[in-house]
């Protein structure tokens, strides 16, 4: 079975018929109940912030660095599968650069490329681990409210809502939050006045938490 949310492709009679062709049960979500499909989404985002930082960190270069997003990924130790999906799905460890000089390809392949490959596996690494640490505290956040201290740095979310909308990349890929801001005054029990840089003069600087 594939669960999905109700999409108009997915909803359509094409996308119904290769279902059935291909002999897979389509279960869609339940409408306005996103948990339903919680695991999917929450993988989504995972890669959606990979893939931000993929963009932030390599440039205009980061669809080459695509095979290293997949190979961290793959990778990466998922508590729910108790193992890595690459070890879930061929039944053993992956071979990584580390590794490779244990069977001779060090003679085949440039060090310097091992060396560079290896750099940026740990960087999309570590961002993953963010990614993964800030879902959680989203969550902590939902059960309890976040109190903060005059004095103290924030990050700002980056919203059409809020004003802040463009900051040298767009839409789906553009980052979620910018640089920490210094918290001048409390307002109330769940708004804080922001110390915004000459650039963001026009925004209003009172957010809600």
């Given at each position: 079975?594939?669960?999905?949310d109700r999409?108009?492709h997915?909803?359509?009679r094409f ?8 002999w ?6 339940t409408a306005y109940?996103?948990q339903t499909?919680g695991?999917?989404?929450r993988?989504?985002q995972?890669?959606k ?7 932030v960190?390599?440039?205009s270069s980061?669809?080459?660095h695509?095979?290293?997003v997949?190979f ?5 130790y998922?508590t729910s ?8 799905l061929y039944?053993?460890k ?5 590794c490779?000089?244990?069977?001779g390809?060090n ?6 490329l ?5 750099e ?9 681990l963010?990614?993964?640490?800030r879902?959680k505290?989203h969550?902590?956040?939902i ?5 903060f201290e005059?004095g103290?740095m924030?990050?700002?979310?980056v919203s ?5 909308i463009?900051?040298?990349?767009h839409?789906k ?5 910018i640089?920490p801001f210094?918290i ?5 029990l769940?708004?804080y006045?922001?110390e915004?840089?000459?650039e963001l003069?026009g ?5 809600h938490?």
């Open positions: 079975s594939i669960i999905s999409d108009s997915f909803m359509s996308w119904r018929s290769l279902q059935k062709a291909l897979t049960n389509l279960d869609m979500s109940h996103p499909d695991q999917s989404e993988t989504i995972t890669l912030d990979m893939l931000r930082t993929c963009v960190n390599f440039g980061w669809d080459r695509l095979p290293l997949e961290s990924y793959n990778n990466s998922h599968i108790k193992a890595t999906p690459f070890e879930a039944g053993r992956c071979r990584s650069p580390v490779w000089s244990e069977v390809d003679q085949l392949t440039d060090p310097e091992i060396r560079e490959t290896m940026k596996i740990v960087q999309i690494k570590n961002r993953l963010i990614a993964r640490s879902q505290s969550t902590d956040r059960t309890k409210p976040l109190e005059v103290d924030v990050l700002l979310k059409p809502w809020n004003g802040v463009h900051f040298g990349k839409e890929l553009s980052p979620r939050y640089k210094k001048l005054v409390k307002v109330g769940m708004a006045k922001l915004l840089p000459k003069q925004i209003y600087n009172t957010f938490v």
